[in-house]
């Protein structure tokens, strides 16, 4: 099945700096959503993008969905305490399923 | 904000025990899910359930493995003689249809000894 890589593993980032995690895919993805899973937490449905070249903001996160829709990408600014946890991309290859990458787990430093 | 609810949060047994996991999908979603999440690891899917059967299913869900909708509100997970290698935590997540984001049960964290 369609797989998408996530990158990378792990981010450690010093509290206010700006990261990304990107996701890649070796083929076409028709669709992208990204979900938030704190530690010890359930995932939580972030976002979804479609369009080719799609740019979404939430206030500090901007996800972006590459212009050949093999590739997406989370850029959070001004990190903060509460943006712990693992990020997971996630494909949804036909109506019933959604798969998941392995997730980029964030840890911050004060 | 409409929730998905999960029961037991936690539940131990022991190796070669049936369990029951239950779920409580949103009311008005008609898509059912089952993934598991070993410790550390990815969210892997399980099974989907719609229309009243399953749609559709991982190589993971073997025979041990079934899932039902007794009732209008409850979708369950019963796993037979439990292997310790079933110890994860199993989430249960509704949808609206293709396309909607998925929403996530609390989780219940199963054991096995």
């Known amino acids: 099945g369609q797989q998408v890589m996530q990158i990378p593993q792990y981010q450690h980032v010093q509290e206010g700096e700006d990261f990304t995690t990107y996701c890649n895919s070796s083929?076409?993805?028709?669709?992208i959503q990204w979900y938030k899973q704190r530690p010890g937490g359930h995932p939580v449905f972030l976002i979804q993008?479609?369009?080719?070249?799609e740019v979404k903001k939430q206030k500090r996160l901007t996800f972006q969905f590459g212009e050949a829709k093999k590739n997406s990408s989370l850029h959070i600014t001004a990190t903060q305490t509460t943006d712990v946890g693992t990020y997971f991309c996630?494909?949804?290859?036909?109506?019933?399923?959604?798969?998941f990458g392995a997730g980029t787990t964030v840890t911050v430093r004060a | 904000e409409p929730e998905v609810t999960q029961t037991p949060s936690h539940q131990v047994t022991q190796m070669g025990q049936e369990v029951i996991l239950r779920c409580v999908p949103i009311s008005n979603h008609l898509y059912f899910y089952w993934y598991r999440q070993i410790l550390g690891q990815k969210v892997e899917f399980l099974v989907s359930?719609?229309?009243?059967?399953?749609?559709?299913k991982s190589e993971i869900f073997d025979d041990q493995f079934s899932v039902e909708r007794p009732d209008g509100s409850n979708f369950t997970l019963k796993i037979r003689s439990t292997k310790l290698e079933d110890s994860a935590m199993y989430f249960c997540?509704?949808?609206?249809?293709?396309?909607?984001?998925?929403?996530f049960g609390s989780g219940t964290r199963l054991t096995v000894v």
């Open positions: 993008l479609v369009k080719s070249g």
């Open positions: 996630a494909v949804i290859l036909n109506d019933y399923k959604l798969s």
């Open positions: 359930f719609y229309n009243n059967e399953i749609s559709e």
């Open positions: 083929t076409t993805l028709s669709n």
């Open positions: 997540a509704s949808s609206g249809g293709p396309g909607h984001g998925y929403t």
